[in-house]
Antibody, heavy 119, light 110 residues
Framework: EVQLVESGGGLVQPGGSLRLSCAAS????????MSWVRQAPGKGLEWVAN????????YYEDSVKGRFTISRDNAKNSLYLQMNSLRAEDTAVYYC????????????WGRGTLVTVSS | QSVVTQAPSASGTPGQMVTITCSGG????????VNWYRQFPGTAPKLLIY???QRPSGVPDRFSGSKSGTSASLAISGLQSEDEADYYC???????????FGGGTKLTVL
């Protein structure tokens, strides 16, 4: 079955760190760009970061630059998001999404993992 | 505040046609294709329309997309109660090297 499954969410204090994982299955993971998209409670969708199939290029939304790092391990069919210096405004459900290019779209989404930043 | 804007709500009665619009700028909608996503409460978004007007396999032809200049629209004909959901447009943005989402439109079927 083609799917993405996120894990690693939870409650963390402001200033803390968390690492999210996304396990891909059912497709050739190493051929696709991948992304993280988040959704704060009761709010809309917000793109967080992209990574190229071979991991050689990474792009970030401005508010997470310097704090979040996207990475991947193609041998393990896994995508990661290392989140440091977390703030209350980072509280959200974080979705892993497969990104197709030319034309672009997020054509496969995971179910999401909730990150809560609170003291 | 998103650089791509949508009305926060829309409504219609069963059988009607409803149109949801999305307005952006030259760096996003004006240059790149628009996608539409549907999201039911408590679930992940799902691709509804890609490349302005293309439907992925399995999406009924009641859903159609269009684009003109820096605006895009999603039309839903023959409205059904199960169409009640949040709808998001999105376009690639050259300045981000990533996509920008509209704020979302909550569709209510009266």
């Amino acid at each position: 079955e083609v799917q993405l499954v996120e894990s690693g969410g939870g409650l963390v204090q402001p200033g803390g760190s968390l690492r999210l994982s996304c396990a891909a299955s059912g497709f050739t993971f190493s051929s696709y760009w991948m992304s993280w998209v988040r959704q704060a409670p009761g709010k809309g969708l917000e793109w967080v970061a992209n990574i190229k199939p071979d991991g050689s290029a990474k792009y970030y939304e401005d508010s997470v630059k310097g704090r979040f790092t996207i990475s991947r391990d193609n041998a393990k069919n896994s995508l990661y998001l290392q989140m440091n210096s977390l703030r209350a405004e980072d509280t959200a459900v974080y979705y892993c999404a497969r990104l197709t290019r030319d034309p672009w779209s997020f054509d496969l989404w995971g179910r999401g993992t909730l990150v809560t930043v609170s003291s | 505040q998103s650089v791509v804007t949508q009305a926060p709500s829309a409504s219609g009665t069963p059988g009607q046609m409803v149109t949801i619009t999305c307005s952006g700028g030259s760096s996003n909608i004006g240059t790149y294709s628009v996608n539409w996503y549907r999201q039911f409460p408590g679930t992940a978004p799902k691709l509804l329309i890609y490349s302005d007007n293309q439907r992925p396999s399995g999406v009924p032809d009641r859903f159609s997309g269009s684009k003109s200049g820096t605006s895009a629209s999603l039309a839903i004909s023959g409205l059904q109660s199960e169409d009640e959901a949040d709808y998001y447009c999105a376009a690639w943005d050259a300045s981000l090297n990533g996509p920008v989402f509209g704020g979302g439109t909550k569709l209510t079927v009266l």
